[in-house]
């Protein structure tokens, strides 16, 4: 039997999971076990499906990073596909994990569970203090009700059965991997195929939903990686001193956050973009501000090491190299 645990990773074509792979690949114990599957081989939203691969593979650890994600318009489009499939795919993937003896397992939320006007920064126990932002509030639902699946199985079967299932809620993630739809992508990908669209056919402007007020903050997809990995790493003592049974979610990000008009100035100067950028007022904004407190996670030992501007600059080099415009 081998000493190193086998670990599923779930979504791992995903911008997420593909770097949450990665990072497990490059590791000091890479003799570790890594099972993966494609949409095409497994329907997560199947339940019978997903317990028969559970049964079948039986995975000493799970990261639950696969889920149906999308920006404003996508979230305000498709309000109940976001709800639906995310909702079946975390169900079917905790209990399956459960029912075939997983001990550990790591969920992947958003940061956009907690309330529209929370305090900022954002802190684990502004979770349920508030109504969700309306533009993505069946996401969200479904992402909260994730944290209560892990925290539940760990109050009835923690002790008897020793799992220990945990919850990392990231900020506004980018990089490599990432989702450039002309209509179903988050900011900084939609922007910066806007932009290069922009200088390529050497438009005079470029139009951005909102008033570029709101500010966000922005992390790396191999921050987010790393952060998950340490997450799991812990010691099951170390996570419980400072987490709840029913707030045991941890907040994921880097501290510092933007306005998106300024977001927006940075991409155009990474592309390289030289003409004007026009706000849309007429268009939602979102959440005023979304900035997390993600103090207890520093505590544990991990720090956000990749700065926007180089985060930037590696998303639009992997852009060149992995996108053409259709002409």
Known sequence: MSQYPKIYVAGHRGMVGAAILQKLITMEHPGSCIVTRSHADLDLTDQAAVRTFFQHEKPDQVYLAAAKVGG??????YPADFIYQNLMIEANIID?????GVRKLLFLGSSCIYPKFAPQPMREDALLTGILESTNEPYAIAKIAGIK?????NRQYGASHGIDYRCVMPTNLYGPGDNYHPENSHVIPALIRRFHEATVNQASTVAIWGTGKPMREFLYVDDMASASVHVMSLSKARYEEYTEPMLSHINVGCGRDVTIRELAQKIA???????TIDFDASKPDGTPRKLMDSSRLNSLGWQASVSLQTGLEKAYADFLKNYEIKS
Do not use: D, K, M, P
Request: a neutral charge.
């Open 96 to 100: 399956a994990a459960f029912r075939s």
């Open 269 to 275: 100067a990474v592309v390289g973009y030289q003409g």
């Open 149 to 153: 699946l892990c925290e539940s199985y």
């Open 72 to 77: 404003i318009h996508a979230n305000s489009t």
